[in-house]
């Protein structure tokens, strides 16, 4: 305000002297402080809207923190309370082993105890204290609660903070174990740990004296500090005490984020340090630019009043002097030409000069009303240019010729001012030889002549620099950051020059598709810094098994392309795989972890004369695939018949989608029969293709390309919906099949509609069986594929366990599901004449099934004396070639027909 109150005096000063500029003045500095002051609030405005954003990132940031930590110290116990669902009765030893690891790897843990029926029976902390054996959970009414609704819910509960017996606080994580025992699941109890609050705060990164959370080193600048505080509000929706406040973050007026935890939510709040209301950094400066905008507006317009008022006054006055000014006017115009231009003669016999006072002002003279002689002007002279000058004065003087020159004066004070000369000679009026001529004042030309080459000597610098920068970018875009390696973008490149070289035609060229086998599990155990150290190492054996002139590229996460020019045979080739090969599969140590991974390599070669790079690219790629698919740790040469198998399966993968859109897909069915009676029991509906060109095709020349295609669950669909449409048209018929069972693959198990898309079919209980095939593992499925099973269980259709003995499926996958029936494969049914061991196995089948309440049905009985000895096992179904074959729908009509199976009334 002092600076305005002194800015409004000065207006009143001059104020008489630019009258008519007065009101314009002030009118262009109000606008302009009025301007000002909006952007000054605007500004404010803006900044708090910006802190508060930032303040909610820095939340988000400490939010996913907390869940990260509680995610991975939860997940490692789930392995605990697993571990002791499948072994209830562990011993201390087991548990302590388990425990151990546990803690081990989960520094934030300080105690994890097993407390079966909610009592502890063995714990293990990180200072060895055994008094928390025999503790009753449930005796503490914050504990019990939590137990209840861990047990009630089957989920893991945080509660806390709690005091530790160390005098430090902790979160106590529960956790329900449920175990099956007797072929039922149990609620066994609880494992219980206890997280070091200290520990989950540090691993938040919260300081822990303030409670404020600061800018680390290397974060965006914009993060702002904060004071953070936290409560618990997944107990009660009253306004709860915070664990974690010191400085009243709740009272402020937060920023409040809620954090879902297992068993209960927490409430996140934070305020800047330096409150909401602090004002910008550079509040100041934008008063002071307002200020000098106002005055460097308004003063130079009254000035300029000021001086148009005082020219009027001046033009009234030489008006009354006009008749004076006009005597004056032509010595004054020469004056005005002349004022910044000095004039000299030289006599050239006698060598006497004359100057005139400007020559004497840019000599730094004072006029004593004689001219210099030569002696004083050479004293005015710069001494590096005194010899010079004389010599272009002499020239000129001797030869009569044009003067041009210019040098440096030394000024009384030190100071050096350049001065050019131009002159010519000529015969004054006396008839004497002179030389007459100009000088002036040239030292801001000389001066802006030395920024400007300063200037050029600073953008050559710039220049070059940018250079740099240029082939650093290049650089940079073309080679992978990690390794070193040119990157797809400088193989594309490499290759079309390698290609559009014209020397050495005829010669080979190799690219070897490389792929890295076991680095995803890598990644996912060890985490990716252990997953670019293991890339780096297979960079470095690359480089080191070719030459300086081969090129060796990554192109994607752990894939890599060496190119050979001037590739030998292919034995050299081979030999140089299995060196790679051998060379990656050495064990690399990382922080005391050993990794090992393999390789598959394809391997592709043409003379360069006829090879096309991109093309060459793609059978290497080929290659890779069948090395990957062959058991992967191995290399494949690209073949002619290779490149056909693709182009055929190709070929097929684009009919098998044809096929289903033209409904070229139907089942077939091959009866089983009562082992006892044999009589119909049922049928199994196996795919088909009606192909329009080759007829009928079974499963093992399309299935597997249709699993490539992930059409395998659409192909199941339509054979199911075909199979009751078919049992429909046999009862119209007379025929009643009691029973279809229709094969159902991993992908169909897996769609979560399957349920709703089964409810919209007519499908009866008890005559439709699902045959779970593809070897599903069982025993891990996810928790979709569980939930279609017991859904198709209640809709009333029977599931069947195909391929038993030969896939994954356990004792404990039969406990879970609970199959109708179980498919004894053929492999273990074709030996069954005349071996021992195998009539011992599948009698052993048998009385599983049968202790289990569950039928078996032998497939590939392929003559009768098979199904005479099933039958005397105890086998309940039978299905082979010994009663018939896959028939189509039709022909099972007839085929029932003719045997005089029971028809319906």
């Known amino acids: 305000m002092s600076i305005i109150v002194a800015l409004c005096r000065r207006v009143r000063a001059i104020a008489d002297f630019a009258k008519p500029s007065f009101i314009p003045a002030l009118i262009a500095g109000a606008v302009v402080f009025i301007g000002g002051n909006i952007y000054e609030r605007q500004h404010r405005e803006n900044f708090r809207k910006d802190l508060k954003v930032d303040v909610e990132n820095e939340l988000s940031l400490i939010a996913g923190r907390f869940r990260g930590v509680f995610n991975t110290n939860i997940a490692a116990l789930n392995g605990l309370a697993n571990a002791i669902a499948v072994q209830p009765a562990m011993t201390e030893g087991d548990f302590s082993k388990l425990a151990s690891k546990l ?14 029926a909610g009592v502890v029976t063995m714990t293990l902390s990180q200072a060895r204290q055994q008094s928390f054996v ?18 009630s819910t089957t989920k893991p509960v945080v509660v806390g903070p709690v005091r530790l017996p160390s005098g430090h606080d902790g979160f106590e994580i529960f956790v329900p174990v449920t175990s099956n025992v007797g072929g039922r699941n149990a609620f066994w109890g609880f494992v219980e740990a206890v997280l070091d609050e200290e520990a989950l705060y540090r691993s938040a990164r919260l300081n822990e004296e303030s409670m404020e959370i600061h800018e680390a080193d290397g974060r965006d600048p914009r993060h702002v500090p904060i004071h953070l505080a936290i409560r618990d509000v997944s107990v009660s929706d009253n306004v709860l005490e915070p664990f974690l406040d010191e400085t009243g973050v709740f009272l402020n007026s937060p920023i409040v984020r809620e954090l879902s935890l297992p068993g209960g939510v927490w409430e996140l709040a934070a305020t800047p340090v330096a ?40 033009i009234a006055k030489l008006k009354a002097r006009e008749g004076e000014v006009m005597a004056l006017s032509h010595r004054l115009n020469l ?84 001065v050019r000369h131009v002159g010519s000679a000529h015969d004054g009026p006396d008839g004497r030889a002179k030389i007459t001529g100009i000088s002036w004042d040239v030292t801001d030309d000389v001066l802006m002549t030395e920024q ?44 079309d020059r390698l290609f559009a070289a014209s020397a050495v035609k005829s010669e080979s060229i190799a690219i070897l598709h490389i792929d890295l086998d076991r680095f995803k599990q890598i990644n996912d155990t060890l985490g990716h810094a252990a997953g670019d150290a293991m890339l780096v190492h297979a960079s470095e054996i690359l480089r080191s098994s070719v030459s300086a002139d081969d090129i060796v590229a990554r192109i994607g996460g752990d894939e890599f392309v060496v190119v050979i020019s001037g590739a030998p045979d292919d034995t050299a080739l081979a030999a140089l795989c299995d060196q790679i090969i051998a060379q990656m599969r050495q064990p690399v140590d990382y922080d005391g972890f050993p990794c090992r991974f393999g390789v598959s390599i394809g391997v592709a070669v043409a003379h360069r004369s006829t090879a096309d790079a991109r093309k060459l690219l793609v059978n290497a790629d080929i290659a890779l695939y069948r090395a990957k698919e062959s058991g992967r740790n191995r290399y494949q040469f690209f073949t002619q018949a290779l490149e056909a198998e693709v182009v055929t399966n190709k070929r097929i993968a684009d009919e098998i989608l044809e096929g289903i859109e033209r409904d ?62 078919d049992r429909m048209r046999w009862a119209a018929a007379g025929l009643q099949v009691p029973k279809i069972s229709v094969n159902v693959s991993a992908k169909r198990l897996q769609e979560k509609d399957l349920l709703a898309s089964l409810k919209g079919l007519s499908i009866v209980p008890g005559q439709i069986s699902f045959e779970l095939v593809e070897s599903i593992f069982l025993d891990e499925s996810d928790d979709v594929v569980t939930a279609n099973i017991d859904g198709i269980k209640k809709l009333g259709i029977d599931i069947e366990i195909d391929d038993f003995g030969t896939g994954h499926t356990s004792i404990v996958s039969l406990l879970r599901i609970k199959p109708k029936r179980l498919k004894i494969d053929r492999q273990l049914v074709a030996p069954v004449l005349g071996a021992r061991t195998e009539q011992a196995l599948v009698r052993s089948i048998i009385d599983i099934g049968r202790s289990l309440g569950i039928e078996t049905v032998a497939e590939g009985v392929e003559t009768m004396a098979h199904a005479e000895m099933l039958g005397i096992l105890g086998c309940d179904l039978l299905q082979g070639y010994a009663f018939s074959k896959p028939l189509s729908s039709e022909s099972f009509i007839a085929f029932a027909m003719d045997r005089g199976f029971r028809l319906a009334s």
């Open 103 to 116: 803690l081990l790897q989960n520094p934030q843990l300080i105690r994890v105890s097993a407390a079966p």
């Open 134 to 151: 025999g503790t009753d959970l449930g005796r503490f009414r914050a504990m019990r609660a939590a137990l209840d609704r861990a047990a």
């Open 275 to 314: 409150g909401w209301a602090q004002e910008p950094a550079d509040s100041r400066d934008i008063m002071l630019a307002t200020i000098a905008a106002v005055v460097i507006v308004v003063v130079p317009i009254l000035l300029a009043g000021g001086l148009v008022n005082e020219r009027q006054r001046n």
């Open 664 to 725: 070229e897909f139907v089942p077939w069915y091959q009866p089983q029969f009562d082992a006892s009676t044999l009589a119909l029991s049922g049928v199994e509906a196996l795919i088909r293709w009606q192909h329009p060109r080759e007829g009928i095709l079974t499963p093992d020349r399309f299935l597997s390309i249709a699993e490539e295609l992930n059409v395998t669950a659409t192909l199941d669909r339509l054979v199911l919906q075909k199979a009751l449409a």
């Open 335 to 418: 004056a005005l030409d002349a004022s910044k231009i000095g004039i000299w003669e030289i006599d050239i016999a006698t060598q006497e000069r004359s100057w005139d006072d400007r020559m004497f002002h840019l000599h730094g003279l004072v006029r004593t009303g004689r001219d210099p002689t030569h002696a004083e002007w050479r004293a005015t002279v710069h001494p590096d240019d005194t010899a010079a000058a004389s010599n272009a004065l002499f020239r000129s003087l001797d030869e009569g010729l044009e003067h041009r020159s210019q040098y440096r004066v030394v000024m009384a004070d030190g100071s050096i001012r350049h």
């Open 452 to 495: 400007l080459r300063a200037a050029k000597a600073i953008a050559d610098m710039k220049n070059a620099e940018l250079a740099d920068a240029k082939d650093r970018i290049e650089h940079n875009a073309l080679h992978d950051p990690l390794t070193g390696l040119g990157n797809r973008r400088m193989l594309d490149k490499a290759l």
